[in-house]
């Protein structure tokens, strides 16, 4: 699923291309895609493309003076809303952190009981940050993906912060760089560049210490336990029931194994 970076990227191409064009045809390659029945998708037809923007982890397509047209995650969904009062009600209410000031940030974080992993991937606390940036964060602020955000220390929640805004800033300038003048066709959660998502087992760029991983439900983190967790491996509820006592607590238990 794309993220703040990949869709800040996929917005720009879209405006710079189809700002300005009319809408000749909607073809549904599945008719499970599309999510309303209000307005129809013939009431589009020769409406002009206003603009191309993004609502969290939304793209969002306004059509002439009263159509929008709204992609949004079931995987892939499609919705066709008639105001700016229905699309306002599909918004949930993350705030952008990338314009959020440090303050505003920080007393978000209090706001939930969410470890940070899910404070960051909650779009109704933070907007277009996933499960492959959270990852690439939590490094870079040198936090364990399981801390309780509310409970942060200043400091702690001053470099989450700051790897949010140093972390998706560089994120983008990366996929601006690869992408060019041509339209980003690629949709991937995994770069060659990245230094955690999608790492296991591969070094750390820090401290050279082999990435670790859980999986859980559809997601997995990826952290660096030297970096992130003082050392202590994390196990997830089903690997720590099924290995019980054997389940090395340390990096240095796991390579003895």
Partial sequence: MPELPDLTVYVEHLNERLVGSELAKVHLA?????????????????HKLMSCSRLA????FELGPSCSLNKVRKRVSLRLLASRADLDALNPGGIEVLDASRA????????THHT??????DQRIFAGIGNAYSDEILLAARLSPFKQAAKLKPEE?????EACQNVLRE???ILRAKTGAKFPTKVTAFHEEMAAHGKY????????APIQRIVYAENEANYCSKCQTEGRLLADRSLSRLLKDSWPKKLEDLENL
């Fill in 116 to 121: 940070l992993k899910r404070a960051l991937t």
């Fill in 30 to 46: 599945s008719p499970f895609l599309l999510r309303t029945v209000t307005p129809t998708l013939d009431e589009l037809h020769g």
């Fill in 157 to 161: 929640a001053d470099r989450l912060y």
């Fill in 57 to 60: 982890k939304q793209i969002v």
């Fill in 201 to 208: 087992k591969v070094p750390c760029p820090v401290c050279a």
């Fill in 171 to 173: 994120w983008v300038d």
């Fill in 104 to 111: 505003a940030f920080t007393t978000q974080l209090g706001t």
